[in-house]
């Protein structure tokens, strides 16, 4: 019983130790990518790798070696002949590969080890594509309202966020009577910014809407801000108190499509006050139809308890026209509940719109304007 006991015992660690030859060392992994992740043309492209590597002797720029044949990229990291010590931890590594500028189509990347005498491995493989900038089209108010004291007006300005000129072409430009005279295109340099004209306005017109189309990576900001009447007497430099953010419309809203802004807060004081002491609630309605636009106009609390749609305000625009609806009725419209109102608006044609506050503010270091602009209710 003791011999047929023990043998097995005797047997088990010969069965641990004959397990097989050793593994095969684990090949490096890499990722590869670009700078910029969606290049044009123009740009001068860098290739991104990175990975792990099973020690510590990663990637250089000295044992890289970059051919280019055609549409086919080739990285290879040469360690033939290497003889330096490494760590034998799993270490991250990246690196980056100018590439330069490419001509448009798409490329195949692969990436190599070579150690001695071996053929290479192959240690991964990808792809990208050169295309040039797309153009997007976009909208903008702008605003040149001059007073004996005060005067609103509007700011344009575009950043050029690549490597080559790049110009911003108006599409149109359209105010109260219809489609107005649209600025020349501007040129702007690369990583560079530009102010651009809003403020070219038909006599008798305040505020027009305008498209403009540019390439990606130029980047807008449109602006209102008040300006102060300087004295003869003074240098005429005038007095800005800051500015305030305007609508930049990525997309011309669908017939028959439903638009929120808000939310829309009148005070307790001012609820509590007549309408003299109440700020004025503006609505701006573009109309880009080839017919005569109808809107239709509700708003919703947006307090703890949600409220119906309350009052309907219809309002006309003739096409291709921006119509302003100063000092809108109020009465039937949760301005003055907890959260205040957020704004449904519908038209029958191709639209834009916002909403803009004044309060009654005098003092010239207050900027007393709101803007809402309108976003899809998808």
């Known amino acids: 019983m003791r011999l047929q ?7 088990l660690p010969l069965a641990l130790v004959a397990s097989g030859p050793a593994p095969a060392q684990k090949l490096p992994s890499v990722t590869i990518s670009t700078s910029p992740s969606e290049p044009a043309p123009e740009d001068a492209i860098t290739l991104k790798l990175s990975g792990q590597w099973p020690d510590g ?58 150690r001695g005498l071996m053929p290479p491995d192959v240690i991964g493989t990808g792809s990208f594509r050169v ?47 219809g489609a107005y005279t649209a600025p020349a295109p501007a040129e702007v340099g690369p990583h560079s910014a530009v102010v651009l004209d809003s ?19 130029v980047a807008f900001r449109a602006t209102l801000e008040r300006l102060e009447t300087v004295p003869e007497a003074l240098p005429k430099v005038p007095e800005s108190y800051g500015r305030l953010e305007l609508p930049v419309f990525t997309e011309l809203f669908p017939a028959g499509m439903t638009a929120v802004a808000g939310d829309v807060s009148l005070s307790s004081v001012e609820c509590a006050s007549g309408p003299e002491a109440r700020r004025r609630v503006n609505l701006t309605l573009f ?39 100063n000092a809108i009725p109020l009465e039937g419209l949760p301005v003055c509940e907890a959260g205040g109102a957020w704004f449904r608006i519908t038209g029958d044609q191709p639209f834009l719109a916002y909403l803009s506050s004044v309060r009654p503010e005098t003092r ?13 209710d998808r």
């Open 199 to 217: 403020r070219s306005l038909r006599e008798g017109q305040p505020v027009q809407m305008l498209a403009v189309k540019a390439p990606r990576r």
């Open 57 to 114: 002797c990663v990637p250089e720029a000295s044992r890289t070696i970059l051919s280019i044949d055609g549409s086919r990229i080739r990285v290879v990291f040469n360690y033939s002949g290497f003889s330096g010590a490494c760590t034998a931890a799993v270490t991250p590594w990246r690196l980056d590969v100018p590439l330069g500028r490419l001509a448009a189509g798409t490329y195949a990347v692969e990436v190599d080890v070579l």
């Open 287 to 325: 109309n880009a139809g080839d017919a005569w636009a109808r809107f239709r106009v509700s708003a919703v609390s947006a307090g703890p308890v949600a409220g119906g749609a309350g009052d309907v305000r219809e309002f006309e625009v003739p096409p291709h026209a921006l119509a302003q609806f």
């Open 5 to 11: 006991t023990a043998l097995p015992a005797l047997l």
């Open 131 to 177: 295309a040039p900038l797309a153009e997007g089209t976009l909208w903008f108010p702008g605003f040149f309202a001059p007073g004996p004291a005060v005067t609103m007006a509007s700011t344009l300005t575009a950043y050029n966020n690549t490597d080559h000129e790049a110009t911003v072409t108006y599409l149109g430009a359209w105010d109260g009577f």
């Open 364 to 376: 010239s270091e207050i900027l007393p304007y709101e803007i809402f602009p309108a976003r899809l």
